[in-house]
């Protein structure tokens, strides 16, 4: 199970990143890949580059966990990657196509995807015909999906059924795609977030930065907030998030305040040291909502 806020469970069938943005410096992935590769975890002994990655944390591939959802009957929301990034350039697409053909295998569960590389995943998940047949955006990783019930394909994972891929639809209903925002520099991110295929669209704001003026959530359904914890941990301004929940309303995308940061929790003598307990914060910033995933369609 998982201690994160907005979802109960989480799956990684990739390990390991690199830093991109200033959200990444104090990244809690990174650390704990470092002290898990010390205690001998198989998952984490693959280093990375030390300039933007580190120890334990290159990017990995484990097809040894990719059945896991299978064995999970209650249904669940699962944070897919929370010690990696699943559209980084150096996973496979064959490998995403396996990893999709689970999710699409267990409708049961909702599946919840963050990235800091929405552009390589809008590119992949709208796969656009150009093999000159028209074949509608997806075709082609639908059926690299296709495959993975078939023994000799390259894309196999044991115990899945076969046409259960195109009969699910696409977008895939139980899939979110979000990305991570963490100042207003970044905030082009949402532009390629809106052309991914997604049954929900949601913006990680954590750790907030910054204020976010320029960016625009037309077409996003849900919106995390959060400050920064742990060792270096960067204040964050509560107007700041104020801002972000307005914005929200104005659009009708659902906000969500999860924590307010280790700087706001000493200051404040919050009970929780990352700031994560709603009681002790300002009565205006006590809003967990979720994103209407019933009614999001498939868009």
């Known amino acids: 199970m998982s201690n994160i806020e907005w979802t109960e469970q989480t799956w990684n069938p990739t390990t390991g990143c690199d830093k991109i943005s200033p959200g990444c410096d104090n990244c809690y992935a990174l650390t704990m890949a470092k002290r898990l590769k010390g205690m001998g975890q198989a998952k984490y002994q693959t280093d990375g580059n030390p300039v933007t990655s580190g120890p334990g944390f290159g990017i990995a591939t484990h ?23 699943l559209f980084h350039a150096r996973v496979p697409r064959e490998f995403l196509a396996r990893v999709f053909a689970v ?103 954590e750790p907030l930065l910054g204020p976010l003026p320029s960016l625009d959530v037309t077409g996003i359904d849900w919106v995390i907030y959060g400050g920064e914890s742990g060792p270096g941990a960067r204040p964050l301004e509560l107007d700041w998030i104020r801002d972000g929940i307005a914005i929200c309303r104005a659009a009708g995308a659902a906000p969500f305040v999860k924590q307010l940061g280790s700087v706001w929790a000493s200051t404040n003598g919050a009970s929780d040291r990352k700031g994560g307990t709603p009681g002790d914060w300002p009565a205006d910033l006590r809003v967990r909502e979720y994103p209407a995933a019933a009614t999001a369609g498939q868009r």
């Open 63 to 85: 097809a040894d966990v990719l059945t896991e959802p299978l064995s999970w009957k209650k249904p669940r929301k699962v944070f897919v990657n929370s010690m990696s990034d």
């Open 103 to 205: 999710m699409a295998a267990t409708p049961q569960h909702t599946y919840q995807i963050l990235t800091k590389r929405p552009e390589r995943a809008a590119r992949i998940l709208t796969d656009l015909c150009t093999c000159g047949a028209g074949h509608p955006p997806g075709e082609h990783l639908r059926s690299q999906m296709e495959w993975a019930a078939t023994s000799h394909s390259p894309t196999y994972v044991p115990g899945l059924e076969h046409g259960i891929y195109h009969r699910s639809g696409w977008p895939l209903p139980n899939v979110w795609i979000g990305t991570s925002i963490e100042s207003n520099d970044y905030a082009r991110r949402a532009d390629a977030l809106r052309q991914t295929p997604a049954a929900v669209r949601f913006i990680s704001a």
